[in-house]
């Protein structure tokens, strides 16, 4: 169990920054060796090598996330974030994230429209 609502941020800022810093191996240190990710994308509780085939190429549009509000509870938390692109959009998630011994086992992110405005989901 994560032990306190600042662990719990702490790994979910992690997360984040290694997205920024463009670093896979940093991303994949913050997760359980059985997490899965949701999002109405659609993705179904995908497998992080799903994760990474389908979300990845994202990250170069990725200029910087600002937290707006992390709550936890238990081994739950929610992130309400801006995600910052290089051409200066701003979209808004809430992810929930679940947590096993101090990492990240599963996200559901929640967002409205589609695509979310990133050039590599334009059609």
Known sequence: MVTSDSEKEQIIKQYFSAWEKKNWNAVVSTLADDFTFTSPAPD??????????KCWPQSSHIKKFDFIRIIG???EA???IHVITNEGNVIRNTEFFTFTNGKIKSIEVFFGGTG???PTNQK
């Open 44 to 53: 179904d509780h995908i497998s992080i090598e799903k994760f990474r085939e």
């Open 73 to 75: 509870r238990g081994d």
């Open 78 to 80: 929610f992130a309400i």
């Open 116 to 118: 979310q405005g990133f």
